[in-house]
């Protein structure tokens, strides 16, 4: 790593590498959930991931980098953690499952948004205008899955897994 270009690439290849790996827990996890609320908000979080790998896939070929060039060993744990509390442990209570689920989905989505401030920041101190919109919207899609998972534990689920 060189210059701030180098490590704005390679850090869009952890991003898509982490989004890659958090989409296929993604859809289990949508499938594990019972409430019905969270199980659609989960659906089109995964679809929000296809977006934004699709939007960094394209950065990054811009770039003339490969978007396979980094594993996201960050992103690896997480989605582990994930299936471990929410996927492979044993729940009596569907509930508390999707809660579970929910404190697990936001955990990557955390690690997403961390990621997203890092390129937008690098690309904006580079001069690259239509990259920093893209990583924004890419944010804003984000953040707005993330409030909507707060508000269903917070009005919904949360309460149900108090017994």
Same mark, same amino acid.
């Given at each position: 790593?060189?210059?701030?270009? +180098?490590?704005?690439? +390679?850090?869009? =290849?952890?991003?898509? *590498?982490?989004?890659? =790996?958090?989409? *296929?827990? !993604? %859809?289990?996890?949508?499938e594990a959930a019972t409430?019905?609320?969270?199980?659609?908000?989960? %659906?089109?979080?995964?679809?929000?991931?296809?977006?934004? #790998?699709?939007?960094?896939?394209?950065?990054?070929? /811009?770039?003339?980098?490969?978007?396979?060039?980094?594993?996201?060993?960050? #992103?690896?744990?997480?989605?582990?953690?994930?299936?471990?509390?929410?996927?492979?442990?044993?729940?009596?209570?569907? +509930?508390? &499952? +999707?809660?579970?689920?929910? *404190?697990?989905?936001? &955990? #990557?989505?955390?690690?997403?948004?961390?990621?997203?401030?890092?390129?937008?920041?690098?690309?904006?101190?580079?001069?690259? %205008?239509?990259?920093?919109?893209?990583?924004?919207?890419?944010?804003?899609? !984000?953040?707005?899955?993330?409030?909507? #998972?707060?508000?269903?534990?917070? /009005?919904?689920?949360?309460?149900?897994?108090?017994?």
């Amino acid at each position: 790593m060189d210059t701030l270009k +180098d490590l704005y690439i +390679d850090q869009l =290849q952890d991003l898509y *590498s982490a989004d890659k =790996q958090s989409l *296929s827990v !993604t %859809k289990e996890l949508s499938e594990a959930a019972t409430n019905p609320d969270l199980k659609a908000a989960l %659906k089109r979080g995964a679809e929000g991931v296809k977006e934004g #790998m699709a939007t960094i896939q394209a950065l990054i070929e /811009t770039h003339d980098a490969n978007p396979n060039g980094e594993h996201c060993k960050g #992103m690896e744990g997480l989605v582990a953690e994930a299936r471990a509390h929410a996927l492979e442990e044993d729940f009596s209570d569907d +509930d508390v &499952r +999707d809660a579970s689920i929910i *404190s697990q989905y936001q &955990r #990557m989505t955390h690690y997403a948004l961390a990621g997203y401030g890092v390129v937008r920041a690098f690309a904006q101190r580079q001069g690259l %205008k239509s990259d920093v919109v893209r990583i924004q919207e890419c944010l804003d899609q !984000t953040y707005g899955g993330d409030r909507e #998972m707060t508000h269903i534990a917070e /009005t919904q689920v949360n309460a149900a897994a108090l017994g």
